[in-house]
């Protein structure tokens, strides 16, 4: 009897295993036979999913543990060969133990390849059982099969009745199938995992690892069209864009396709055609019939689902079959009957755009006219490319394309806008194109990292300021001003006063149309300038407020966002208002960019006015606005510049898990456009916000392909951020030294800040470490040095942080008269973590003054503070000087160590007596990876974040 050989991933080697470490994790856990886990698997997926490239991965990752694995794999089912898994099974290895079996268990075993000769059931699941149960004796063994439902019930059923004779002993047996229905019932207790798309990170990731790696417009498709499914990533990705690309996976599904009814082929065409989303009824009009059962034949071949009121492709691959399979001419005439039938304007423009193939100036204007109106910046770019491949006068077309560019700039991607600043710089030669391209470039090369080459593209397109339209000129002053406090690079300071000049003395006449249409004159007035310098200039609360108020009023003439311009036209003038600011309008025809409104405009104003005053409430009521309708609008290329300081400030006020939130659904954004230099920072933050919640996952903390694709020279607020991040991160694990080295870097030898507002914003930090490591007379220069920087009338923010520093390193006489001036101003409030962590250190300083008993009474404000924001590090900090005042309390919201299973209570105390992760796993039978694992989720249940922690609790029970 012959015996097919394994059945290869579909998907190739070079989808690796990406995004299924949660299923990975977890199927590892019953191979280890932890506590509570499964013995038996059901891995379910549909196709393309990546099922075997998993269990691939599984296999190997159990043998190198140690674990002896029996693999197999079905193909269709064939009654003759009922038993053709268990053979796969029966390597030599295993073959070795039959003769310790019984002679008729042997038979009915070594009888299995043999078609003639059909083994006796009872003996072969006898057999089956007691030769696991042998090779279990001695090591874990994991029996993996793939297409589990193609090897029909009988072997199935017999693993399962092996399963279900030994239960407890070290066997795992992991199934993978399409669906459950095919196999017969498992024993109980089974665990089911089932595969969905990857997330929008992962698949980003597969894309990019395949050998023809795409760009642009072309990227953003694929993801779209792949819905996150391994195999349609795989093979859209191989070949050319468009058409060409269904040559390889036609085959696919083009031949169900192909044994469809000629009606349903053609429905299928039209349904694929209509896209995503499009209701049922406007695809039944354009085929014109009623008739549903027309897509019954598409139902029973798995091609397709219909669901209130919409179509639902059960595979990417079936809608791009379903439309590339057919002939040119039916693409074309699907096209043109659903634009007949739609409703929407930029429904009917899309349609009659893919019907068309030479130039049509009505088509090219009705995509122009509806871009916008699905407020999404993505589908607003792609529409305004068509209408300027469309538009068959140079003109029209360049200035289509400048729109489209602008677009693509607040969609975020760098591919697509350095493919149409290339056509737009061939199309026109116009300086208002070039300067509206430049500035367009110039923002994702920030997001990427190159300050240098982006301020260097705007200083010489500044160079044509005084022949284009004032308000293009100011938006681009204002990019160079963000560019300059990114960079931190003293030529950017030193360049920005001429580029600003130029700024201002270009034209007013309003010859670049799409950019001053509207009432844009109307606020160009004094006392509107009056009111937007505030933003540049050292502000207080009150006149914060009162400037911010007198820009809405302002604001609420207009009628259009081009106001934007006019609000920042005193920008850069201090590169620290420009930090504080962190947001850039972009260039261009902003009147139809997302958020296109008054409102817009003055939220960005008020919520900047707001951030340099430190007036928290503010800056987040309108930056929150904004940046939802921005996230809404697709349009990361303009929220890039907006959501980190939206971050800081969510930091700031105590409000770590929507900060985490934030960081989550931007570092997913960043990592899909490939935006080094913003997932750099967003990854600081990310780590800030675990090293404050007492959650430090083991090292390393970042992405190294990431930072390697960031200069931090030519970065110093990213760089900021990363030694802020990583000294309370090691703050945090009890290095004091290490802590004490990174912060320390924010501050030149002579005390000079690496960056004007976030270095300062550490100095608390840098103080507390200086005084925990004997340092205090080193760090004093420093904290003098930013007090006199910040002026006569420092924020209450920057108040609260030096006198806690000056606490710490000052003079010893002066120590407790600085705490209670940090504490004492009502506003300090607002600096929820700031102002316990003041207490915090005030109390250490009472306990050693032997005032214990007003030491506890701000210990326990401070652990109530803690436990309200999740600041797990500061609880378990207050918790332990508790304990050293004679209070000894748990942390408040601790889990005692009797809620935890026996097996973590193991690890904990093992790792209490400083035992390594390995020396752990050496006593308990688990993996290194796995008590690790263990650690990171017990940490924040007991209220610590590092292992002297442990040892603390552990003893102090």
């Not at 690496?754 to 100095?763: E, F, G, I, N, T």
Request: contains cysteine.
């Amino acid at each position: 009897m012959s015996v097919h050989p394994p059945q290869q991933s579909t998907i190739g080697d070079e989808a690796t295993v990406l995004g299924r470490d949660g299923e990975i994790a977890r199927i590892l856990r019953c191979v280890a036979r932890e506590t509570g886990a499964a013995q038996t698997l059901l891995l379910l997926g549909d196709e393309g999913t990546g099922r075997t490239t998993l269990l691939r991965h599984v296999r190997e990752q159990a043998a190198a543990d140690g674990v002896l694995v029996l693999a197999a794999q079905g193909w269709a089912e064939d009654p003759r060969h009922a038993h053709a898994c268990l053979h796969q099974m029966l390597t030599p290895p295993v073959r070795d133990e039959l003769a310790a079996l019984p002679a008729a268990q042997q038979r009915a075993l070594t009888a299995v390849p043999r078609a003639d000769d059909p083994a006796d059931e009872a003996d072969l699941h006898a057999g089956v059982t007691a030769l696991l149960e042998r090779l279990a004796a001695s090591r874990p063994v994991l029996v993996c099969v793939d297409d589990a439902d193609l090897c029909g019930p009988a072997f199935p059923e017999t693993l399962f009745a092996a399963v279900r004779q030994l239960t407890g002993r070290a066997l795992t047996v992991l199934l993978a199938a399409r669906h459950e229905t095919a196999l017969p019932t498992p024993p109980p207790g089974t665990e089911t995992l089932r595969l969905g798309p990857l997330s929008a990170t992962s698949a980003a990731a597969l894309l990019d690892r395949q050998p023809a790696v795409p760009a642009g417009r072309h990227r953003l498709e694929i993801l779209a069209e792949a819905e996150g499914n391994p195999l349609a990533l795989v093979e859209l990705g191989r070949g050319a864009p468009g058409p060409a690309r269904a040559v390889r996976h036609a085959h696919v599904f083009g031949v169900r396709v192909d044994a469809l009814p000629a009606d349903t082929r053609r429905a299928l065409l039209y349904a694929a055609a209509a896209g995503p989303g499009e209701p049922v009824a406007a695809v039944m009009a354009a085929l014109g019939t009623g008739d549903l059962s027309v897509w019954a034949p598409a139902e029973a071949a798995g091609l397709i689902a219909l669901a209130e009121d919409r179509f639902a492709f059960r595979h990417p691959l079936a809608r791009s079959a379903a439309y590339l399979t057919r002939p040119a001419g039916e693409r074309q005439q699907a096209h043109r009957e659903l634009a007949r039938v739609a409703v929407l304007p930029e429904v009917g423009a899309r349609h009659l755009a893919a019907a068309t193939v030479g130039a049509d100036a009505f088509i090219a204007a009705a995509l122009e006219a509806s871009a916008w109106r699905r407020g999404d910046a993505v589908a607003a770019a792609r529409a305004l490319e068509q209408a300027a491949r469309l538009s068959p006068r140079s003109p029209e077309r360049a200035r289509r394309l400048a729109e489209a560019l602008t677009a693509a700039h607040a969609a975020g991607d760098p591919g697509w806008v350095r493919e149409l600043y290339e056509r737009l710089v061939r199309e026109s030669a116009e300086p208002e194109f070039g300067c509206a391209a430049a500035g367009a470039l110039a923002s994702v090369l920030s997001h990427e990292s190159a300050q240098r080459e982006a301020f260097e593209l705007l200083a010489d397109a500044s160079e044509h300021f005084p022949v284009v339209d004032r308000t293009l000129a100011r938006a681009l002053a204002v990019l160079a001003a963000d560019i300059a406090a990114q960079s931190g690079l003293p030529e950017h300071t030193a360049a920005l006063p001429a580029l600003l000049d130029r700024a201002r003395r270009a034209d007013a006449s309003g010859r670049w149309r799409p950019a001053t249409a509207g009432p844009l004159a109307r606020l160009d007035t004094p006392h509107t300038r009056r009111a937007l310098a505030a933003l540049f200039t050292p502000a207080t609360e009150v006149t914060a407020v009162a400037a911010a108020t007198e820009v809405m009023a302002a604001a609420g003439v207009a009628a259009a966002t081009e106001v934007t311009a006019v609000a920042e036209v005193t920008a850069g003038a201090r590169p620290r208002s420009a930090t504080a600011t962190g947001a850039s309008p972009g260039p261009g025809r902003t009147h139809s960019a997302p958020d296109a409104s008054t409102a817009r405009v003055a939220r960005a104003v008020f919520a900047a006015v707001a951030r340099q005053a430190d007036e928290a409430d503010v800056d987040l009521g309108q930056s929150r606005t904004a940046d939802e309708r921005l996230r809404g609008a697709r349009a990361f290329g303009l929220r890039g510049w907006s959501v980190l300081p939206l971050v800081d400030t969510l930091l700031a006020t105590g409000r770590f898990a929507e900060a985490g939130s934030v960081i989550e659904d931007a570092l997913t954004e960043a990592t899909v456009l490939r935006l080094p230099r913003l997932r750099a920072d967003l990854e600081t933050q990310a780590l800030t916000v675990r090293a404050l919640r007492g959650t430090l996952p083991p090292e390393p903390w970042f992405t190294p392909d990431v930072w390697r694709a960031v200069c931090l020279d030519e970065n110093r607020a990213t760089h900021a951020r990363l030694l802020s991040a990583r000294g309370l991160a090691s703050f945090t694990r009890g290095d004091m030294e290490d802590a004490w080295r990174r912060l320390r870097d924010l501050f030149t030898a002579d005390g000079a800040p690496l960056h004007p507002v976030l270095s300062a914003r550490a100095v608390a930090e840098l103080a507390v470490t200086a005084q925990r490591t004997g340092r205090s007379a080193e760090a004093l220069p420093v904290v003098e040095r930013v007090l006199a920087e910040q002026g006569d009338r420092p924020s209450t923010r920057m108040t609260l942080l030096l006198h806690h520093a000056t606490a710490l390193v000052g003079p010893d006489g002066q120590a407790e008269r600085h705490f209670q001036l940090a504490l004492v101003n009502h506003g300090a409030n607002r600096w929820p973590w700031e102002c316990a962590h003041v207490r915090l250190n005030y109390a250490i300083w009472l306990r050693r003054c032997r005032r214990t008993l007003e030491a506890r009474q701000q210990l326990t404000t401070v652990l109530e503070t803690a436990e309200r924001l999740g600041a797990g590090a500061l609880a378990a900090a207050a918790g332990s000087e508790l304990r050293a005042s004679g209070a000894a309390p748990a942390p408040v919201g601790a889990v005692p160590l009797e809620q935890l299973t026996a097996q973590q209570r193991q690890i904990v105390q093992l790792a209490a007596r400083g035992l390594s992760n390995r020396e752990i796993g050496e006593r308990l039978f688990l993996s290194p990876r796995t008590v690790g694992s263990h650690l990171y989720n017990v940490y924040p249940k007991l209220g610590v974040s590092s292992r002297h922690q442990l040892r603390d609790l552990v003893q102090g029970r």
